[in-house]
């Protein structure tokens, strides 16, 4: 479980996170939404323990998160941009997170999966974005964590890759893990998603399943929703 | 923490720079000893460019490196890794790959013109010590600058000022406040101002260790006095250490309580 209070966090005069609360369950994968600045990858930043919020509190399974790392052997994240060190090879990349965590992988089988195979001994800064963004979701992927971070993980990836990675995290979800996504296909997440979270100006505006925003904002498709979610804010 | 340690070292042997700094003190070595056919010689104009250059390359590398390894420094803080041991790795990672290219690129030509018959083999360690510590401190320092900047540009502007500041600009200052106040007692204050850079310090360290503290004149005589005694020399190595580990514990500090 993840527990929210009064989380605030301020990026010069930016108020990126204004007093938000949010109480999240165990399991299933739950979609945040917002449009460009909401402060969506501040907050999973936060969870993280990446951007130290100015006030308020985050427990991650009921411990507080404050000052403590441990909890992140727990987590799997996905950060936005697949930038990596440029002149490690992709097999070394994955040995060397391997070795930090000293956790059980299964890094071998994901990379067959996505074809990463002959880009094995290729250093990293020769891939495409595309692939990077493939190594990206293998690191991810390869420990066993109840916690998924996934920050737009659809970027860059070709039709065949993002379907396994649906299915992976479908999979994932059927593990009883949750999985916390963030993205601005509308497609995707209508087809994931089981929860919908809409930050706006660093509050929760919504948080509900798909069908309930759908029936708050009388739209039929997600991307309908989320537009008209603003624009009508009785409905909030 | 040895982890990460173990991974930026790496990381920079395999790189370009760490060779072109190995061979470039290999060739300064060789040359050198050619020119002068004499250790102890050859020592005095080595420290005359380390004094210069290390802090230099210290700087660079260092700034150059926190830049340039930014993702990877991303990459790790979503593991689970307390933040001090991943900067703490990460700048042992620079500083030490620094001093191996020093040491060695400077060791093998010394070696092989037969450092360890000659007399000057003491001499000789000094000044790689002191060259460590100045890998040491100028590396720490340019991390400081890198992770209060987010800036590239300012962040490499920054750190050219503070070398240009400690290995020029410091002197100069120094030798005018001499000239304005000539007519009061000055030694404490050269002391005091010698042991505030860790250029300074070094340089004289090494001039005195050389015993040619009479190219110094009067003032070659008082700091003869305060760093030929045991005293001295203990004030001296632990102002270098304190100059090595204030930068560090600030970095950890800052790094403590950025975001990322």
């Known amino acids: 479980m993840i527990e929210v209070n009064g989380l605030f966090k301020k990026f010069g005069k930016n108020q990126v996170l204004d007093g938000l609360d949010l109480v999240m369950g165990d399991g299933g994968i739950i979609a945040i939404l917002g449009p460009n600045g909401s402060g969506k990858t501040t907050l999973i930043k936060c969870l993280l323990g990446m951007v130290i919020p100015d006030k308020g509190t985050i427990k991650i399974g009921d411990v507080p998160i404050r000052g403590s790392w441990k909890y992140r052997s727990g987590i799997n994240y996905m950060p936005q941009i697949a930038d990596f060190p440029g002149n490690v090879k992709v097999r070394e990349l994955f040995d060397m997170i391997r070795d930090l965590r000293q956790q059980p992988d299964r890094q071998q089988e994901l990379a067959e999966l996505f074809g990463l195979g002959p880009h094995l001994q290729k250093r990293l800064s020769t891939l495409s974005g595309g692939t990077k963004q493939k190594v990206n979701i293998v690191l991810s992927f390869m420990f066993d964590c109840p916690l998924l971070i996934l920050d737009e993980p659809t970027t860059g990836l070709d039709p065949a890759a993002l379907i396994r990675l649906k299915e992976l995290i479908r999979e994932e979800k059927s593990r009883g893990k949750t999985v916390l996504i963030t993205s601005h296909i509308m497609e995707f997440v209508a087809e994931v998603a089981d929860e919908v979270i809409y930050l706006l100006e660093g509050r929760i505006y919504f948080q509900g399943t798909v069908d309930e925003l759908k029936k708050k904002t009388r739209q039929n498709n997600l991307e309908h929703a989320i537009a008209a979610i603003t624009a009508t804010p009785e409905n909030a | ?260």
């Open chain 2, 1 to 260: 923490m040895l982890k990460i340690l173990k991974y930026s070292f790496y990381d920079l042997m395999r790189s370009r720079w760490s060779y072109v700094y190995f061979l470039f003190y290999l060739m300064l070595g060789f040359v050198l000893l050619f020119l002068n056919n004499d250790v102890s010689k050859a020592v005095i104009t080595l420290m005359n460019i380390i004094i210069v250059l290390v802090p230099l390359i210290g700087t660079i590398f260092g700034i150059m490196y926190c830049y340039n390894s930014k993702e990877f420094t991303e990459l790790l803080l979503a593991q689970p890794i307390p933040r001090r041991s991943i900067f703490l790795g990460q700048y042992l990672g620079v500083a030490s790959s620094l001093t191996f290219s020093l040491i060695f690129g400077l060791g093998i030509p010394f070696v092989l013109y037969g450092l360890f018959m000659s007399d000057a083999i003491f001499d000789f360690s000094l000044l790689l010590v002191t060259g460590a510590f100045l890998t040491l401190i100028f590396t720490a320092l340019a991390f400081n600058i890198a992770i209060s900047n987010e800036n590239r540009i300012m962040g490499f502007g920054y750190a050219v000022l503070l070398w240009l500041f400690m290995a020029v600009i410091y002197d100069g200052l120094f030798l005018i406040s001499l000239v304005i106040f000539e007519e009061y007692p000055l030694d404490n204050f050269s002391i005091a101002a010698t042991l505030l850079n860790p250029v300074d310090l070094s340089r004289t360290l090494i001039l005195l260790k050389l015993d040619i503290s009479a190219l110094l004149g009067y003032t070659g005589a008082v700091f003869k006095q305060f760093f030929g005694t045991n005293a001295g020399l203990v004030i001296s190595a632990v102002m270098l250490l304190l100059w090595t580990i204030f930068p560090v514990w600030r970095m950890v500090y800052v790094a403590k309580r950025k975001d990322f």
